[in-house]
């Protein structure tokens, strides 16, 4: 029983001079099957850890807890009026505009903080910018543990205001 060679380096297809498979390609198939089966069982039983489990984990592997609606500010509880926006913009220098310098973004394009793009995430008002802010998505950090609630609040009103003035 002869091998067929194929291709210009000469590497064997895995097939005998009859078209059928040889025993490697059997084994090779078989042998993925089993990885991926205890790739799969494995990602399960890590999936439905038991509620004490988490205890070992270090603390940059915890499960994130996101806030509790009442965390949120609403659109009504907040107004462009009512926040400090000097300070907003002091927040916003020291923690955004390493990404976010000028209402752009160097991570993802699309995603910066331009009226049109805030619009279009429908990310908009104070209290979603607020809940950007504090949960974080995607690229973005989650800034609850970093700023209080007021200075977020005061973040997402300076981020409101210079987007609708063009960020000029």
Not at 128 to 146: E, F, K, P, W
């Amino acid at each position: 029983m002869g091998w067929k060679l194929g291709g210009d380096l000469g590497e064997a297809t895995g097939r005998d001079s009859g078209g059928k498979r040889s025993r490697w390609d059997f084994w090779q198939g078989r042998l993925k099957g089993f990885l991926m089966g205890v790739i799969m069982t494995c990602s399960l039983l890590l999936y439905a850890l038991p509620s004490g489990a988490t205890d070992r984990l270090p603390p940059d592997r915890l499960p994130i807890d996101r806030p509790s609606a009442d965390s949120i500010p609403s659109s009504q509880s907040v107004d462009l009026l009512q926040v400090d926006l000097a300070k907003g913009a002091q927040v916003f220098e020291a923690q955004c505009a390493g990404c976010h310098g000028g209402g752009g973004n160097i991570v993802r394009r699309g995603k910066n903080l331009k009226l049109k793009a805030l619009q279009r995430n429908h990310v908009d008002t104070i209290a979603t910018i607020a809940q950007l802010v504090q949960t974080g998505q995607g690229n973005m950090s989650a800034y609850r543990d970093r700023l209080s609630p007021t200075e977020i609040n005061q973040v997402a009103a300076y981020v409101l205001d210079q987007a609708q003035k063009g960020w000029k």
